[in-house]
């Protein structure tokens, strides 16, 4: 008889009522390190098991059973489960929800419609009598929507920052207390502070969370002309964190408009959906090339939700996970 390994809760989840769609056995076991890794070498040992690589149960959601999760609903799963502020979270469940999707799936219902409109015209314009102002008609409302994906696609910066912390740079003179401040602001001893000015030669940084937000906080050597080639060097690394620190001060937007666009990925399937709406727009009375323009723009707007995809990019979508999920 084999020994006993544990005494665990066993869940079976048919399908499709699981995570993937697939049939599911979840095993909830004691957490010992020598439980989890005592299982793993049995089930490594059966014939026709192997672990997980990452992302791959995720992938399967998108993959295998069509309709269960959309590009942006898997990065918002990666960043649910990295997430470690309230800002995080939020902007992750918007992703999870599906709230995101929608909003693609109706610009991209958008650009079918115009997309439509215009091989109509093409297609029956002469036979059923259908006149140019209908195509001509589309123009305006490509418009529209090429001037809020040129808007959307800015706010990559925005998104980018609740994902990965905004950093702020505490400069200024030797001795005016940034050192100081750094400590206070995280409640432990983070830098050396000495009455001394140039104590400070090197970039400190601390992670926080300040009103719900990730707050990457940078200390580094007071500004100043100096001789000395070690103290010249941190003056170096501070003037460097102050150019790669984010916003100095509180500016108004829109909230929500951060959680669209969260990757470079997102902001560049806008721009190059923008740059598409141009052409179209310098050709929009020849029909043949602005149908063509239209199709790339539809193209370009799947590629967010992988309606339209690549290898490359669902292999990096998905490699943001850990082993399994």
């Known amino acids: 008889m084999e020994p006993l390994l544990d005494r665990a809760l066993v869940a079976r989840f048919p399908a499709p009522r699981s995570f993937t769609g697939d049939d599911c056995l979840e095993l909830h076991l004691h957490g010992g390190a020598a439980v989890v890794q005592g299982l793993l070498d049995a089930l490594r040992a059966l014939p026709g098991l192997r672990p997980a690589e990452p992302g791959e149960f995720t992938r399967r959601a998108f993959e295998v059973k069509a309709g269960k999760l959309d590009l942006t609903e898997v990065e918002g799963l990666a960043d649910l489960l990295a997430a470690q502020t309230a800002a995080q979270r939020r ?16 610009w991209r219902a958008e650009l079918l419609r115009a997309l439509a409109a215009v091989e109509a015209v093409i297609d029956f314009g002469e036979d059923e009598g259908i006149a140019d102002e209908v195509a001509a008609a589309v123009r305006p409302r490509c418009a529209a929507l090429r001037a809020e994906l040129a808007a959307r696609a800015g706010a990559l910066r925005r998104g980018r920052a609740v994902r990965e912390g905004v950093r702020v740079a505490l400069v200024g003179a030797p001795n ?7 400590n206070a602001l995280a409640g432990r001893d983070a830098a050396i502070v000495s009455p001394f000015p140039g104590t400070t030669r090197d970039v400190l940084e601390t992670a926080l969370e300040l009103a719900g937000a990730r707050v990457l906080l940078t200390d580094a050597a007071g500004i100043r002309e100096t001789h000395d080639p070690v103290e010249a060097e941190g003056v170096r690394r501070a003037r460097a964190a102050l150019r790669a620190a984010h916003i100095r001060h509180r500016r108004p937007g829109d909230p929500a408009a951060a959680a669209l666009v969260t990757r ?9 959906c923008v740059a598409a709406l141009d052409r179209y727009d310098a050709c929009w009375d020849e029909l043949e090339l602005a149908s063509e323009e239209l199709r790339a723009a539809v193209r370009a707007m799947g590629s967010v939700t992988g309606e339209v995809g690549t290898e490359e990019v669902l292999d990096s979508v998905f490699g943001e996970f850990c082993i399994g999920k």
Request: hydrophobic share 45%; net charge positive.
């Open 264 to 272: 470079e990925r997102h902001a560049d399937a806008l721009r190059r």
């Open 91 to 106: 902007q992750a469940l918007a992703l999870v929800s599906g709230s995101v999707r929608a909003v693609y799936a109706r």
């Open 176 to 182: 005016a207390g940034k050192s100081s401040l750094l």
